[in-house]
């Protein structure tokens, strides 16, 4: 029989061993036979080698031994109970074998069609003593299983002697615009030894980890509102959802009924929408035109420009609708708001209301869409500019003026238009800018010194078209229509012409000519042919400009580099019966004004398209220079 007090280790351990014990079994009951010694105070020297790993072992399972080792306490003698012990040595390479296992995330979230998705690793605080699959379940919160992640159950296969295994997530790349983050959670559900016999003895101590998907698809519907000749297609652009980075849409307008340079800004226009923003408009610049027209279309493609995704747009090409406005002058009402006026004068400062009377008046788009005119009924004439309104600080403007907002002036307008003259040493100024309703909203200012007083006067107003009623027409009945010229051939003829005046070549001749088809003389019932209109575009020194030419807006990078246009040369070719009658004109561009003016006498009008080409270009005997 062992002693029961101060029994050297080896002893003890001796006590313990058996016959039929393996190796490892020799190495597990050591551990324990340490454990008891410890606990039963009967160990007094510390052993190196193998049974120092034998007692590293069963401290590590001290834990699970603990009730057992107290019940043992209680005995008389710790051999008196030899039943008990039995069970202790017979379980204990089983229970000592219990190990710990947890789970952790290389990475917690993953955008859409990024590589390698979200890692999980499953890890043991000690080799597998046998062979177990664990299974990570993934449950969606706001993400969808199969939709979003996949797949939604992973088995993990763990070999005898693993500590380490890895886990991959795949994040699905849907082309669906979603919320920005979606979460689901990565849990391990359960955990199976493979071997039928093995004793279940590996502790499930994985936590649940909340997962992201980060969404890379943008959703946009954008609808667009027609214009006035002289004003702006406004596009409204909205997303399904806000992103917390930022987004960037384009919109590149097209050549349709409408001629890109002549009736609308060609250049690409851009739209932002920072962090969380949801909606963003832009505005397509239309050319102010005296000429009686019907309306006008262009298309304009959507474009997306950021992260790798899906972008769609709704519909993904809209139209752009020019208004024609046949009147060069158009009738306004000008409204003021309450200004202000602040006077100092040695020391002293002074502040008054006051308030300008509504009045009635003109305002005119002058042709080459960088001018207007506002006639005031009082007799003055304010001169405008457009110009760039980036960095234009409305609230500060809209602070000295009472119950004007900066909303109520233009903010979030990119361009407006600008003024100023001086009267006796006063300054004045004064800006507008276009609302979505058509209808313009500004402010004006004074400054100066006046009898040594020091003057700002600030008030707001309002310009508001006055648009009548047209009354309803009867229309004619409908008759078989005359032949229609074909337009390339038309345009073709005016090459020739052009360029047999130039020395060039009809090709060289055909980037400068832009076509479209003139007014239906029927109120738009299709029965008459129209008469094809060719334009050219000429600088100041007369040389012709592209007809596909993007000269950059005020808010453009290059602005002012571009040359512009000083006057326009218009062929008008029609039929009338057998005949095919040429007109031409000369305009300038500043002023909208006819300089000079060609028709063919209907007399001895010509049946062939060429002559009436040439006969419309010699009788304007335009000043026109080859292109530089």
């Given at each position: 029989?062992?002693?029961?007090?101060r029994?050297p280790?080896a002893?003890?351990?001796?006590?313990?061993?058996?016959?039929?014990?393996?190796?490892?079994?020799?190495?597990?009951?050591?551990?324990v036979?340490?454990?008891?010694?410890?606990?039963?105070?009967?160990?007094?020297?510390?052993?190196?080698g193998?049974?120092?790993?034998?007692?590293?072992?069963?401290?590590r399972?001290?834990?699970?031994?603990?009730?057992?080792?107290?019940?043992?306490k209680?005995?008389?003698?710790?051999?008196?109970r030899?039943?008990?012990?039995?069970?202790?040595?017979?379980?204990?390479?089983?229970v000592?074998?219990?190990?710990?296992?947890?789970?952790?995330?290389?990475?917690?979230e993953?955008?859409?069609?990024?590589?390698?998705?979200?890692?999980?690793?499953?890890?043991l605080?000690?080799p597998?003593?046998?062979?177990?699959?664990?299974?990570?379940?993934?449950?969606?919160?706001d993400?969808?299983?199969?939709?979003?992640?996949?797949?939604?159950?992973?088995?993990?296969?763990?070999e005898?002697?693993?500590?380490?295994?890895?886990?991959?997530?795949?994040i699905?790349?849907?082309?669906?615009?979603?919320p920005?983050?979606?979460?689901?959670?990565?849990s391990?559900?359960?955990?199976?030894?493979?071997?039928?016999g093995?004793?279940?003895?590996?502790?499930?101590a994985?936590?649940?980890?909340?997962?992201?998907?980060?969404?890379n698809?943008?959703?946009?519907?954008?609808?667009?509102?027609?214009?006035?000749?002289?004003?702006?297609?406004?596009l409204?652009?909205?997303?399904?959802?806000d992103?917390?980075?930022?987004e960037?849409?384009?919109?590149?307008?097209?050549?349709?009924?409408?001629?890109?340079?002549?009736?609308?800004?060609?250049?690409?226009?851009?739209?932002?929408?920072?962090?969380?923003?949801?909606?963003?408009?832009?505005?397509?610049?239309?050319?102010?035109?005296a000429?009686?027209?019907?309306?006008?279309?262009?298309?304009?493609?959507m474009?997306?420009?950021?992260?790798?995704g899906?972008?769609?747009?709704?519909?993904?090409?809209?139209?752009?609708?020019?208004?024609?406005?046949?009147?060069?002058?158009?009738?306004?009402?000008?409204?003021?708001?309450?200004?202000?006026?602040?006077?100092?004068?040695?020391?002293?400062?002074?502040?008054?209301?006051?308030?300008?009377?509504?009045?009635?008046?003109?305002?005119?788009?002058?042709i080459g869409?960088?001018?207007?005119?506002l006639?005031?009924?009082?007799?003055?004439?304010?001169?405008l500019?457009?110009?760039c309104?980036?960095?234009?600080d409305?609230?500060?403007?809209?602070?000295?003026?009472?119950?004007?907002?900066?909303?109520?002036?233009?903010?979030?307008?990119?361009?407006?238009?600008?003024?100023?003259?001086?009267?006796?040493?006063?300054?004045?100024?004064?800006?507008?800018?276009?609302?979505?309703d058509?209808?313009?909203?500004?402010?004006?200012?004074?400054?100066?010194?006046?009898?040594?007083?020091?003057?700002?006067t600030?008030?707001?107003?309002?310009?508001?078209?006055?648009v009548?009623?047209?009354?309803?027409?009867?229309?004619?009945?409908?008759?078989?229509?005359?032949?229609?010229?074909?337009?390339?051939?038309?345009t073709?003829?005016?090459a020739?012409?052009?360029?047999?005046?130039?020395?060039?070549?009809?090709?060289?001749?055909?980037?400068?000519?832009s076509?479209?088809?003139?007014a239906?003389?029927?109120?738009?019932?299709?029965?008459?042919?129209?008469?094809?209109?060719?334009?050219?575009?000429?600088?100041?020194?007369?040389?012709p400009?592209?007809?596909?030419?993007a000269?950059?807006g005020?808010?453009?990078?290059?602005?002012?580099?571009?040359?512009?246009?000083?006057?326009?040369?218009?062929?008008?070719?029609?039929?009338?019966g057998?005949s095919?009658?040429?007109q031409?004109?000369?305009?300038?561009?500043?002023?909208?004004?006819?300089?000079?003016?060609?028709?063919?006498?209907?007399?001895?009008?010509?049946?062939?398209l060429?002559t009436?080409?040439?006969?419309?270009?010699?009788?304007?005997?335009?000043?026109?220079?080859?292109p530089?």
């Amino acid at each position: 029989m062992c002693a029961a007090r101060r029994t050297p280790f080896a002893t003890l351990h001796r006590c313990f061993v058996g016959p039929g014990h393996t190796a490892h079994d020799l190495l597990n009951i050591g551990a324990v036979a340490e454990s008891m010694a410890r606990d039963l105070g009967i160990l007094d020297v510390e052993t190196p080698g193998p049974r120092r790993v034998a007692r590293t072992n069963a401290k590590r399972q001290e834990n699970t031994l603990k009730n057992a080792l107290a019940a043992m306490k209680k005995a008389t003698s710790p051999w008196s109970r030899p039943a008990l012990l039995g069970i202790w040595l017979g379980s204990a390479p089983a229970v000592l074998a219990a190990q710990t296992l947890t789970m952790e995330a290389v990475n917690t979230e993953a955008r859409e069609g990024a590589a390698p998705g979200i890692e999980l690793r499953l890890r043991l605080d000690a080799p597998a003593e046998y062979p177990f699959t664990a299974q990570v379940d993934l449950v969606g919160v706001d993400a969808q299983g199969g939709t979003d992640f996949m797949p939604p159950v992973i088995p993990v296969t763990f070999e005898k002697n693993d500590v380490l295994r890895s886990v991959s997530v795949t994040i699905v790349d849907d082309p669906i615009d979603e919320p920005y983050r979606e979460t689901f959670v990565a849990s391990v559900g359960s955990v199976t030894p493979l071997d039928p016999g093995a004793v279940p003895s590996v502790i499930n101590a994985a936590a649940a980890i909340p997962l992201t998907v980060i969404d890379n698809d943008n959703a946009f519907s954008v609808t667009a509102a027609p214009g006035p000749e002289g004003g702006a297609v406004i596009l409204t652009i909205r997303q399904d959802y806000d992103s917390e980075t930022g987004e960037t849409v384009t919109a590149r307008p097209g050549a349709g009924s409408a001629t890109p340079g002549i009736d609308f800004a060609p250049w690409l226009k851009v739209a932002r929408f920072p962090p969380g923003v949801t909606e963003a408009s832009i505005a397509i610049d239309l050319m102010p035109d005296a000429e009686p027209e019907e309306n006008e279309t262009f298309p304009i493609e959507m474009a997306h420009i950021g992260t790798p995704g899906t972008a769609s747009f709704d519909p993904a090409s809209v139209t752009g609708t020019i208004l024609d406005e046949t009147e060069r002058e158009i009738p306004v009402r000008i409204t003021f708001d309450q200004g202000t006026a602040r006077m100092e004068y040695s020391g002293h400062s002074f502040t008054q209301d006051f308030h300008h009377p509504d009045m009635n008046g003109t305002l005119i788009r002058h042709i080459g869409g960088t001018r207007m005119t506002l006639s005031q009924g009082n007799g003055t004439d304010l001169e405008l500019r457009r110009f760039c309104a980036e960095g234009t600080d409305f609230a500060g403007i809209a602070e000295g003026i009472p119950g004007l907002s900066a909303a109520d002036i233009g903010a979030g307008n990119r361009t407006g238009w600008r003024g100023a003259f001086t009267v006796e040493g006063i300054q004045f100024d004064y800006a507008m800018f276009e609302q979505p309703d058509g209808t313009y909203s500004g402010y004006g200012r004074q400054r100066g010194n006046a009898d040594g007083a020091m003057i700002l006067t600030r008030h707001g107003y309002h310009v508001i078209p006055l648009v009548e009623e047209e009354p309803e027409v009867a229309r004619l009945p409908t008759e078989a229509p005359t032949a229609q010229l074909p337009p390339e051939a038309v345009t073709d003829a005016v090459a020739r012409a052009v360029a047999n005046d130039l020395g060039l070549s009809p090709e060289d001749v055909g980037p400068y000519l832009s076509t479209s088809l003139g007014a239906d003389m029927m109120q738009g019932d299709g029965d008459t042919a129209r008469a094809v209109v060719v334009e050219i575009w000429l600088d100041a020194e007369g040389r012709p400009l592209r007809a596909d030419r993007a000269a950059p807006g005020p808010c453009d990078p290059g602005y002012g580099e571009a040359r512009a246009a000083a006057k326009r040369l218009r062929y008008r070719l029609g039929t009338a019966g057998e005949s095919i009658i040429g007109q031409a004109v000369v305009q300038d561009v500043e002023t909208g004004v006819l300089e000079e003016a060609y028709m063919e006498d209907l007399g001895e009008a010509s049946n062939d398209l060429d002559t009436a080409a040439e006969r419309a270009h010699d009788g304007l005997s335009p000043d026109v220079s080859a292109p530089g």
